[in-house]
Nanobody, 125 residues
């Protein structure tokens, strides 16, 4: 059974940074595409970033230049480094994984079979 566990969320002031972690267990991690998504209160879930098995990375427009996704297959871990955080970044952040994600579907949360429980990120102004 595949499990994804996020950590690293918290409260930070605007302009600050956080690094989220997603640890995956129960499967061959190196084969997985891992995506980060977020959901703010009253809003729909949105794509943040993703990294494929070959380390190719993809970002939402709002994340480009501020967020960096990376992975270490030896540690079964994906990180999301978030810099220059703003109050609009406040949300629950989820990591999701799947082995069968095609490139055109990488931004669609419905295409990922496995999800973590989420970690809260709050950015104060």
């Amino acid at each position: 059974q595949v499990q994804l566990v996020e950590s690293g969320g918290g409260l930070v002031q605007a302009g600050g940074s956080l690094r989220l972690s997603c640890v995956v267990s129960g499967s061959t991690f190196s084969r997985y595409t891992i995506g980060w998504f977020r959901q703010a209160p009253g809003k729909e879930r949105e794509f943040v970033a993703a990294i494929r098995y070959n380390r190719a990375t993809y970002y939402a427009n709002f994340a480009e230049g501020r967020f960096t996704i990376s992975r270490d297959n030896a540690k079964n871990t994906v990180w999301l480094q978030m810099n220059s955080l703003q109050p609009d970044d406040t949300a629950v952040y989820y990591c999701a994984g799947d082995t069968g994600i095609i490139l055109s579907s990488i931004r669609g949360g419905a295409n990922y079979d496995h999800w973590g429980q989420g970690t809260q990120v709050t950015v104060s102004s």
